[in-house]
């Protein structure tokens, strides 16, 4: 029993994180609102030259042949400075997906995937729209009962604007020339497979959010003064900041257990996502929450930084399956009968 | 990361499940707040103690097995399943014996721990005082040192344990002329010393599970101080973090509640689904149990490693008090018109201990340290707010 991450992957952590907070400022996340695709060629690039895009590709195909829970601490750092571009999306949905489907359409996508020259996007029918559809070189679409693969001549896309500007999200409507991937079982599982990564990567992009807003909501409200004091120092503001602290802190190691359970393929995993996503996503909503409160008039602006963080936790709690979702899930397994429950059986 | 047990680990496992499936008592005991049951516990301890499994976590010279965190999760886990009888003794072994080891001489080690394992001393904590509650700096009660012995005056109140117990430990202020945190000295004291008073405390429950202490002119040899003189305060910090900590509140306790409640949720699941809070109530309740659990491990894991505790740990005690009452809520909201009937009621059908759960469930939110102080001190340690 090791509940632990190993010192490399905390140490690629500490430099993505490093990395992150030096190019993708606030000032640079609200930039891309203003740019007509919103997402940014120059940082894509960087990416890929860290071997992010690359990191779950498998060695053979250019790639680090790193699995989910090494990109998960990563995915939190995203959350954290709310990275407009798909990459969570990229490792942990769209590569994984490939490489389950394999054959010519892996050999031919993850190279230049790595090499941060093609972006593939993946849209399930439980999200509704597809984000980044736009920027998409090939899209893999849940259709009926198939896996799709299409290229953007083959689709016509549909612009939904979302509280969130930094979401870019899509209508799909399939042209003609698509070619099937999968189909009926098969691809009911590459799809199931996909579900569960995206509410994976939301569950770990809402801890950097939550922790985001502490930082910012702890910073202003130190700084802030009134009746001759910082307002931190009431315990009515305390009391809010603690109240998220303790329920991200304890949001943490379900989101590392679920990554370990996808990453093993656990019979386990779709319940340990259900419960990441869920406790994850609540942490992040009760951070923007209270951090609104206690930024008072200010929160409710534009111009503080505070709702950059705030619109995506919001969003991200409602894609890759929503509370209903994730509770039903749940609630099918711990009221089965016979259920392995209570102490001893969390890790099986 | 390896999420699975090891060989050592499951051997561990199946040796404790074997002997508590022979030992533990068929009929549960009587509760520890009253006479006879209190001496039910106290057997039980010693009999613990035969098998080597009253402190699994001390070293083995000291009647422990030199276990390590996780060993003590799946001891923890096990007790819990087979719902074996409370720890009479949990101020001693869980809260003064790991202060003893650091803090205690070998004297008052080879004195004092023998018998806190065999459970032949029973210890009760006396920390609160009338004016001193939240606010533990604003200690009265004072101890003054006369040759080899301190005189000790004064009272403490909400001492958990003490109608029945052999022993207190507490703070008492040596220096007169000292303020607040200085000047107080860690000292533990017979409850049978000439001129100790106890007044028993009735909790919600009707029985004595806490008591004020009077002290009037208690002689107690200065071999019964715990650290140096005016140090009290360090030596309590430490105490007050283990019962924070893992020891006390393990996840194992609120796991089996959480599978309980489940499973009064699905017998019960027409007349609960009238409120639709109830199912949602009791899905939160069991991934909060999980997620205490989950959490533990990975803290346990990393002190395994050589980490340290830091202030993240006072998010602990919040979290799992909210737990235990909103589960124990929740099964009084899916009892109904029987949840208010005491088990012994003749129409108190399938009611089980949820009221007993439910009404100490209200104490958790406050004692060892009030959810608003742990507020406190995670806005200003852990986050760094200005006091």
Redesign the interface.
């Known amino acids: 029993m090791d509940f632990t991450f190993t010192e490399d992957q905390l140490l690629f952590q500490d430099s993505v994180r490093d990395f992150l907070a030096n190019e993708v400022t606030p000032e640079r996340v609200r930039a891309s609102w203003e740019s007509d695709s919103g997402r940014d060629d120059v940082l894509w690039a960087q990416l890929a030259e860290l071997g992010l895009t690359g990191m779950t590709v498998a060695e053979e195909h250019g790639g680090l042949g790193m699995n989910e829970l090494d990109f998960v601490l990563l995915a939190q750092e995203c959350g954290y400075v709310a990275l407009p571009e798909p990459l969570v999306h990229t490792a942990l949905v769209a590569v994984p997906l490939l490489q389950q489907v394999g054959g010519d359409l892996a050999a031919r996508w993850l190279p230049k995937i790595a090499a941060g020259e093609a972006k593939v996007i993946v849209g399930i029918a439980q999200n509704m729209l597809v984000e980044d559809a736009h920027v998409a070189d090939l899209l893999l679409l849940e259709d009926g009962d198939k896996l799709v693969a299409a290229t953007q001549e083959q689709v016509t896309l549909r612009h939904n604007a979302s509280v969130d500007p930094s979401r870019r999200l899509y209508a799909v409507e399939l042209g003609a020339g698509a070619t099937t991937v999968a189909a009926g079982e098969e691809a009911r599982c590459l799809v199931a497979g996909a579900l569960n990564r995206g509410a994976l990567g939301a569950a770990a992009q809402a801890l950097g959010l939550a922790q985001r807003m502490v930082d910012i909501s702890v910073q202003y409200t130190s700084e802030r003064q009134q009746f001759g004091k910082p307002i931190g120092s009431f315990q009515a503001v305390k009391h809010h900041m603690a109240n998220v602290a303790v329920r991200l802190e304890y949001a943490k190691a379900p989101v590392h257990r679920a990554a370990y359970a996808v990453a093993h393929n656990q019979e386990i995993a779709s319940h340990a996502v259900s419960h990441a996503k869920l406790v994850a996503c609540e942490a992040a909503n009760l951070a923007a929450k209270n951090s609104i409160q206690v930024h008072g008039a200010m929160g409710y602006t534009w111009e503080v930084d505070l709702h950059i963080y705030m619109k995506k936790a919001w969003a991200l709690a409602n894609t890759w399956g929503d509370a209903g979702l994730h509770k039903t899930r749940v609630a099918g397994r711990i009221f089965a009968e016979g259920a392995a429950l209570g102490a001893g059986a969390t890790f099986g | ?6 060989d050592q ?1 499951k051997a561990f ?1 199946e040796e404790i499940r074997a002997w508590l499936a022979a030992n533990v008592p068929a009929e549960p005991l009587q509760t520890f707040d009253t006479e006879e049951g209190f001496k039910q516990h106290r057997a039980w301890e010693a009999k613990l103690n035969e098998g080597r499994w009253g402190m699994v976590t001390w070293p083995e010279e000291l009647g422990g097995r030199g276990c390590d965190l ?1 060993e003590w999760l ?1 001891f ?3 007790y ?2 087979a719902r074996a009888p409370l720890r009479v003794n949990q101020n001693g072994i869980f809260l003064l014996g790991p202060t003893l080891m650091e803090y205690g001489t070998d004297e008052q080690k080879a004195r004092i721990l023998p018998k806190m394992a065999t459970g032949e001393e029973v210890w009760a904590q006396g920390w609160s005082e009338p004016n001193a509650g939240s606010d533990m700096a604003a200690i009265r009660s004072t101890a003054r040192l006369e040759g080899d012995k301190y005189i000790i005056n004064g009272q403490k109140t909400w001492s958990t344990r003490a109608v029945w117990a052999d022993w207190c430990f507490g703070m008492f202020r040596t220096d007169p002329d000292s303020e607040r945190h200085r000047g107080l000295t860690f000292i533990l004291v017979p409850l049978d010393s000439p001129g100790i008073t106890v007044r028993p405390i009735p909790q919600l429950d009707g029985l004595p599970g806490f008591a004020e202490i009077f002290f009037d002119n208690v002689e107690v040899a200065v071999q019964n101080r715990l650290g140096d003189e005016g140090a009290g305060w360090s030596v309590a910090m430490a105490t007050a973090g283990f019962e924070r900590g893992l020891m006390l509140r393990s ?3 609120f ?2 509640t ?2 309980r409640l ?1 499973q009064l ?2 017998e019960n699941r027409e007349s609960a689904d009238r409120d639709p809070s109830v ?2 109530a009791v ?1 939160r309740s ?3 149990a ?6 533990t ?2 803290t ?3 002190l395994n ?1 050589g980490g340290k505790i830091g202030a ?1 740990s006072s ?1 602990n005690k ?2 799992w008090s909210e737990l235990d009452q909103n589960m124990h809520g929740t099964a009084m909201s899916i009892l109904g018109a029987r949840a208010e009937l005491l088990p012994h009621a003749p129409d108190a059908v399938g009611v089980g201990t949820w009221l007993d759960g439910w009404l100490f469930a209200q104490s958790g939110p406050i004692y060892a340290g009030t959810n ?1 102080v ?3 001190i ?3 340690r ?6």
């Open positions: 990361m390896d999420l699975a047990y090891t680990q496992r996780i799946v923890e886990e096990e819990y399943k996840p194992a306790r796991q089996e959480a599978k489940v949720y699905v199912r949602d899905i069991y991934l909060d999980e997620s205490y659990c989950l959490t491990y990975q346990a894991c990393r490693k993240e998010t919040i979290f608003e742990q507020r406190n995670i806005a200003e852990m986050l760094g707010m200005p006091r």
